[in-house]
């Protein structure tokens, strides 16, 4: 089965420079789960939500379509990685208490997964969606970065990227539809930090650009940036029968 593969190729910086999620993330979808039994981690990339699920649940399963991006998952005890496409998963019928997918939904076969979902769910079990578009940091360092990001390489972005842009709102979600807290997502880097990130990304950044932009007090202090979650969407998906979600503006 082929899969919409932009990671494989350099999955090593993908995991070193990705950011991560709040701790209260994970709290909070662990407070929906039906059970503590079983969560599925899908798309996993470098194992990060897997990682963050453990404290809730006693097993976690993280699948990914790329052998590439599993090979490069942090082991833990607790977690069975498993190369396996997000549409079509060895996982047992009616196990699963909590789905998440990180800042992947856009690339899976909807239609496939969301029946892939059902089988694996157990009643009342919660899928949780979320992305995130481009950090904050201050006017200077962000006018240069949006610049780049709209201007330079908008055009040659994949177009599934238009569903992070609009925070998941466009998709088409068949399950019952929770609204959850506002999460924020906060790092602590300093310029090769983000000149790394960037360059995951795919953004083509001239150093000495970003570099005045940055200034040095930014380089001597580590600038804390936070990317602005752009959408938390989060389902019970075991037993409610299908709901279509409101049309939204």
């Known amino acids: 089965m082929t899969f919409k593969d932009h990671f494989s190729g350099h999955s090593d910086r993908y995991q070193a420079h990705r950011p ?10 662990g407070s ?9 981690d899908c798309a996993t990339g470098n194992g990060q939500a897997a990682h963050g699920l453990v404290p809730h649940f006693r ?7 790329s052998a590439a991006q599993v090979a490069q998952a942090r082991p833990h005890e607790r977690i069975a990685y498993l190369v396996a496409p997000a549409e079509r998963t060895p996982i047992p019928d009616g196990t699963v208490d909590l789905v998440t997918v990180a800042q992947a939904l856009h690339w ?41 990001y709209a201007e330079v390489v908008g055009a040659y972005w994949p177009p599934e990227r238009l569903l992070v842009e609009a925070g998941y709102r466009t998709l088409p979600l068949p399950f019952e539809e929770l609204t959850p807290p506002p999460f924020r997502m906060v790092q602590r880097w300093d310029l090769d930090r983000l000149l790394g990130y960037l360059g995951r990304r795919g ?10 932009a940055w200034g040095t007090e930014h380089k001597q202090a580590n600038a804390v940036v936070p990317p602005t979650g752009a959408g938390n969407r989060v389902f019970r998906c075991g037993s409610s029968p299908y709901t279509k979600p409101p049309t939204r503006p």
């Open 20 to 29: 991560t999620y709040p701790e209260a993330l994970y709290d909070y979808l």
């Open 32 to 40: 929906l789960a039906p059970g503590h039994g079983l969560a599925w």
């Open 59 to 65: 097993t976690v399963v993280a699948t990914d379509a």
């Open 108 to 148: 899976l076969d909807l239609d496939r997964f969301y029946a892939e979902v059902r089988r694996a769910c157990r009643p009342g079990a919660v899928l949780a969606c979320w992305c995130y578009q481009l950090h904050a940091i201050d006017p200077g360092v962000d006018a240069v970065v949006g610049c780049y």
């Open 203 to 212: 953004l083509v950044l001239r150093p000495a650009v970003i570099d005045r």
